[in-house]
Structures are given as C-alpha cells and as structure tokens.
T-cell receptor
C-alpha cells in the first residue's frame, strides 16, 4: 500500500538553528513528490514539486531534495515566520492507491526568537 | 491571478442534516479535487473532477458526493451528517492530472 511518513511530528528550533524535515514514501512509479506549508486555519500553500531522485529545489531559506525512498526539507537559519506545519505528499502511478495525492501527517515546526 | 476560493468559510450543522460546500478553481484550471482534513487522520482524498466528470474517488461513504459545472466550479455535498464529519474541507485545483494542486482556504464544518 502506498504510504507517506513524516518525521519528526514536531520540531522546535531557535531562530537561526538550521535543521531538516524527513518524508519517507513507498509508492510504485512516483509521479511527483510535493511539499506544502500550512498555517493554522488555512489551506496548504504549495512550496515545491520534485519528480526524480537527485533533484533539488530552493526557495529562500528552504531547500527540498529527493532520493528514491525519501525527501528532505532543509531549513537554513529559520525565522519565527517559518513556524507552520509542513506537509509532504506523493502521487503514484494512478494517483496513488487512495486516488489523487497521498499526504503524510505533517511536521509542526516552531521557531522561537 | 485569483486563487482558489471556497464558500462558506465556516459552517455549523446538526447531526442528520445535509450540507453543500462550494469551490471556485483558479481561472483556467479544469481539475478540482476535494480533501478532508482532521487532526487524527490528516488530509484524506475525497474525489477529483475534471471536465464535469468524476475521475478519482477516495474511500469515503456514499454520503459524500460532488459535482462539477461547465465553468469548472465544483460543489461537494454531505448528507445525513455525523459528528465525525466535523473537519476542514479543502478544495484544490490544477491544470491537469500531472500538475501541481493549489489549495483554497478551506471550509470549517462543525457538526453538533
């Protein structure tokens, strides 16, 4: 069964303390891995799409990387405004066994000043 | 370009009632997907519509249904509401099945 597991569930950082979030996936025939950011009470905001192992994408303090079994979201010198829940999702050969996108439970990031 | 819009933003219903939620996709997007988000289960796929046809469906009971209109706007309906249907319902639109999905702000449904 297609699955996405994110770790850790929660992460507390001091401002400026770099770290990484992990997204492990099992899906046959990956057709895209997606990272979203979600603030409380709001819809997920798109960050990155990765399609093949070795691919990397960057945006401001965020950098996403992809291997054959996992993806990392690296956060460099985070600021308090980076506090949010970060969601990872995959799309399989037929949209995944459940249909469209399969989401992990997310990592809740808190950055203290 | 305007983003995905959802109405209403908040809704309170009682058990047994039915509810209809609306989603207007980004202009030019023809695919609309619906998701349910709860603290325990996270984001779960409900269904996807493309050109007025349901293309994919998740593992939800038949009480959950949807439709899409010729202008790509979509509605989802939940009949005979249960307490467990309390959730944030999210709509996402994309240019097609292979493209990135962009989410709306969601409709927060509370069933009492």
């Amino acid at each position: 069964e297609d699955q996405v597991t994110q770790s850790p569930e929660a992460l507390r950082l001091q401002e400026g303390e770099s770290s990484s979030l992990n997204c492990s996936y099992t899906v046959s025939g990956l057709r895209g891995l997606f990272w979203y950011r979600q603030d409380p009470g709001k819809g997920p905001e798109f960050l990155f799409t990765l399609y093949s192992a070795g691919e990397e994408k960057e945006k401001e303090r965020l950098k996403a990387t992809l291997t054959k079994k996992e993806s990392f979201l690296h956060i460099t010198a985070p600021k308090p405004e980076d506090s949010a829940t970060y969601l990872c999702a995959v799309r399989g050969p037929n949209g995944g066994s459940q249909g469209n996108l399969i989401f992990g439970k997310g990592t809740k990031l808190s950055v203290k000043p | 370009k305007a983003g995905v819009t959802q109405t209403p933003r908040y809704l309170i219903k009682t058990r047994g009632q039915q509810v209809t939620l609306s989603c207007s996709p980004i202009s030019g997007h023809r695919s609309v997907s619906w998701y349910q988000q709860t603290p325990g289960q996270g984001l779960q796929f409900l269904f996807e519509y493309f050109s007025e046809t349901q293309r994919n469906k998740g593992n939800f009971p038949g009480r959950f249904s949807g439709r899409q209109f010729s202008n790509s706007r979509s509605e989802m309906n939940v009949s005979t509401l249960e307490l467990g249907d309390s959730a944030l319902y999210l709509c996402a639109s994309s240019n097609g099945q292979e493209e990135t999905q962009y989410f709306g702000p969601g409709t927060r449904l509370l069933v009492l």
